[in-house]
């Protein structure tokens, strides 16, 4: 099937290692935060969400980090595995009804 | 009920021709949302409704496009007199409310359009 993001920025991590991906966000208001994992040829699939009065939040061997100041966003998977290669999206909101996406970030997992 | 729904999984198709898109939600959702995902992109926000009414519409939603959710279930999205710009995923998703809670909003698998 053909490939999400052909062109994203790509983390490649040693199996077993931990993984950290970022995510700059854009608007300050935004006060809801979600990360998704996207399969070639799948729809966003849900991983772990944040609210902005939380710093962090965890999840089974994922956290979420987010630091307003500086409004990013990060999540921490622990001991990669080679399932959890995929492209990887930020996605914001602020209270409104739909979610503003980032970019992506690959992510390949090399065993 | 196993998810959100999306026929066809691809579709090509000329230029100029038109192109309809069908989207069926989980069952209690009465919240859909489609959006637009280009190659190494995030999804892009195209419209919304709640139970029939459409609520919000993106400016990337030019007039040759149109959605619909005639009773409140399944929806479709239209492109008329497709454009190679408009080769893209196209993305539903439902909830039972605003995206508060992520696990709540889920994606289906997506309709790949090529234009050609």
């Known amino acids: 099937g053909e490939s999400v993001g052909l062109h994203l920025p790509t983390l490649s991590v040693q199996e077993g290692d931990n993984s950290i991906i970022n995510c700059a966000y854009s608007?300050?208001?935004?006060?809801?935060f979600i990360w998704y994992k996207q399969e070639s040829g799948k729809g966003p699939q849900f991983i772990i969400d944040?609210?902005?009065?939380?710093d962090k939040r965890q999840g089974q061997r994922v956290t979420v980090l987010l630091n307003k100041t500086v409004k990013h966003l990060s999540l921490q998977i622990a001991a990669t595995q080679p399932g959890d290669s995929a492209v990887y999206f930020c996605?914001?909101?602020?209270?409104?009804?739909?979610?503003?996406f980032g970019g992506g970030t690959r992510l390949m997992v090399k065993p | 009920d196993t998810g959100v729904s999306q026929d066809p999984r691809h579709k090509i198709t000329k230029r100029g021709q038109n192109v309809t898109f069908r989207c069926d939600p989980i069952s209690e959702h009465n919240r859909l949302y489609w959006y637009r995902q280009t190659l190494g992109q995030g999804p892009e926000f195209l419209t919304y409704?709640?139970?029939?009414?459409?609520?919000?519409k993106s400016r990337l939603l030019s007039d040759r496009f149109s959605a619909e959710r005639p009773k409140g279930s399944f929806s479709t999205l239209e492109i008329q007199r497709t454009e190679q710009g408009d080769s893209a995923m196209y993305l539903c998703?439902?909830?039972?409310?605003?995206?508060?809670?992520?696990?709540?909003?889920?994606f289906g698998s997506g309709t790949r359009l090529t234009v050609v």
């Open positions: 608007n300050s208001a935004s006060d809801y």
């Open positions: 944040i609210r902005s009065n939380m």
């Open positions: 998703a439902s909830s039972l409310a605003r995206p508060r809670q992520g696990n709540g909003y889920t």
């Open positions: 409704f709640q139970n029939e009414a459409q609520l919000e």
């Open positions: 996605a914001e909101n602020n209270a409104g009804n739909m979610l503003t």
